[in-house]
T-cell receptor, first 114, second 112 residues
């Protein structure tokens, strides 16, 4: 099956710093990737749709300047959490669309902001 | 717009017993339907999907689901569960524009 990787798997940072999370499709090209946020024992919340070569589409209530998304190539999308604060601590999951309109998910990145 | 309802937030079941996790959706257009499983601190893994064709879909780990258009349901079933099936299960629906909508999840706990 399709493989999507994320790096890092877990990051701890100080409040006020920026953190970059990478999402890669390893064996296929993905023109569209999605970024989700998941709080403990809750469902996934779509943050934004990342489109290769164009600006990301953000969901209502998601701060564009806070969560910077760059989809620089057909296999890589990055999410940068700028000036992170403790309330940004969460589990961030990316996914990529492959044929058949199927989303394949990365393993997730746990962000802890101290 | 589409929406997904998972009626049971928690389902405890004894080992080797059958289980059904319910999922209903609402949509005004043709949809694709998915079930994903999430183990603690991991991403989502695709269990099975319905895109077209046979309404009975078989997936990994012995799971299957049946698409029922008249009842707008896509319930997940397994005839005999194992301890390793303990996880969070998410139903999702996608429209032809590839927008995904997730249910709130069902926590399956298999009791030895």
């Amino acid at each position: 099956g399709a493989v999507v990787s994320q790096h890092p798997s877990w990051v701890i940072c100080k409040s006020g710093t920026s953190v970059k999370i990478e999402c890669r499709s390893l064996d296929f090209q993905a023109t569209t990737m999605f970024w989700y946020r998941q709080f403990p024992k809750q469902s996934l919340m779509l943050m934004a749709t990342s489109n290769e070569g164009s600006k990301a589409t953000y969901e209502q209530g998601v701060e564009k300047d806070k969560f910077l998304i760059n989809h620089a190539s057909l296999t890589l999308s990055t999410l940068t959490v700028t000036s992170a604060h403790p309330e940004d601590s969460s589990f961030y999951i990316c996914s990529a669309i492959r044929e058949g309109a199927t989303q394949y998910f990365g393993p997730g990145t746990r962000l802890t902001v101290l | 717009a589409q929406s997904v309802t998972q009626l049971d937030s928690q389902v405890p079941v004894f080992e080797e017993a059958p289980v059904e996790l319910r999922c209903n959706y609402s949509s005004s257009v043709s949809v694709y339907l998915f079930w994903y499983v999430q183990y603690p601190n991991q991403g989502l893994q695709l269990l099975l999907k319905y895109l077209s064709g046979s309404t009975l879909v078989k997936g990994i780990n012995g799971f299957e689901a049946e698409f029922n258009k008249s009842q707008t349901s896509f319930h997940l079933r397994k005839p005999s569960v194992h301890i390793s099936d303990t996880a969070e299960y998410f139903c999702a629906v996608s429209d032809e524009g590839n927008q995904f909508y997730f249910g709130t999840g069902t926590s399956l706990t298999v009791i030895p």
